[in-house]
């Protein structure tokens, strides 16, 4: 079962060396799920110096000794992370740096698992080291201010991940305007939230998170038709869970459709009979 819960997971790690994405971080949410981005890749910046117009990415060939430790340190981490092993994880980390203390995608993690260990102080600090390596990396700007929403200061990871999207050749796109959207709802721009998650939703309108975090904004905002295009696609799919279907019942009995409020409600009670949406259709709160 996917799970849309406001617990659920937020975290992919989707370039891996051999070009692996690999599931690595669960992270609280406001409205559920995102991904967050971070390159593991022979390419990341070497030195304080370095910027996105990097002359040409490292291969096996001819990467450092150095730098193949980490790479691989950094990997066995990322495994570690995943698995909920968040002291083994930053084990790892430390001996990827220690092989070389320059390489970004260490730091960019070294964040990730201090964010999971609530470690505000040195999660921070590992993002900062990050942009010192390259201001301009896509993906330690999206983590950055995903950091930065999660701690409140919501202008800021909006600038950020502002910056990110103008990053070139950054590839991360679709969870960036998410996030961005995410970030926009929890500072109370709705309108400019839409705007993100409908660029999110036309880049990849496949992506279910997209489009749940959309069709609930669009209910919010009194938006029905439109959020009822966007989460019946959701519920005639796969990834139909508690959540989409409850959003769906209270979309189509704001349009006055009783008949597939029933068909859902029916859905929701036979499979999810223990969810918390299951207990609010049984009482009637459409509103709460």
Request: a neutral charge.
């Amino acid at each position: 079962m996917t799970d849309f819960s406001f617990a659920a997971h937020a975290a992919r790690l989707p370039r891996l060396p051999a070009g692996l994405a690999r599931l690595v971080c669960w992270l609280t949410l406001l409205v559920p799920l995102m991904w967050l981005q971070l390159s593991l890749s022979g390419c990341a910046a070497t030195g304080a110096g370095a910027t996105a117009m990097q002359a040409e990415p490292l291969t096996e060939f001819d990467e450092p000794e150095t730098r193949k430790r980490a790479r691989i340190r950094l990997t066995l981490a990322s495994n570690y992370f995943e698995q909920g092993q968040t002291s083994v994880a930053l084990d790892e980390i430390k001996q990827s740096l220690a092989a070389d203390p320059t390489y970004l995608p260490a730091y960019v993690l070294r964040g990730l698992v201090y964010m999971r260990m609530e470690n505000s102080v040195l999660a921070e600090d590992s993002f900062q080291r990050a942009l010192q390596i390259n201001s301009r990396d896509g993906d330690t700007l999206h983590n950055y201010g995903w950091f930065v929403c999660e701690s409140g200061r919501h202008a800021q990871a909006i600038e950020l991940f502002d910056r990110a999207l103008a990053s070139p050749n950054y590839s991360g796109r679709v969870t960036t305007q998410l996030a961005k959207g995410i970030c926009q709802t929890r500072a109370g721009q709705l309108t400019e939230a839409e705007a993100s998650f409908t660029k999110s939703y036309e880049l990849d309108a496949a992506n279910p998170i997209t489009g749940y975090n959309l069709a609930s904004l669009l209910y919010r905002r009194g938006e029905n038709s439109r959020a009822q295009f966007t989460i019946r696609r959701i519920n005639n799919s796969e990834f139909a869970n508690a959540e989409t279907l409850w959003l769906g019942i209270r979309v189509e009995r704001r349009l006055g459709n009783a008949t597939v409020v029933e068909q859902l409600a029916q859905q929701l009670g036979r499979r999810y009979p223990q969810s918390p949406q299951w207990t609010l259709y049984q009482r009637g709160a459409f509103d709460e």
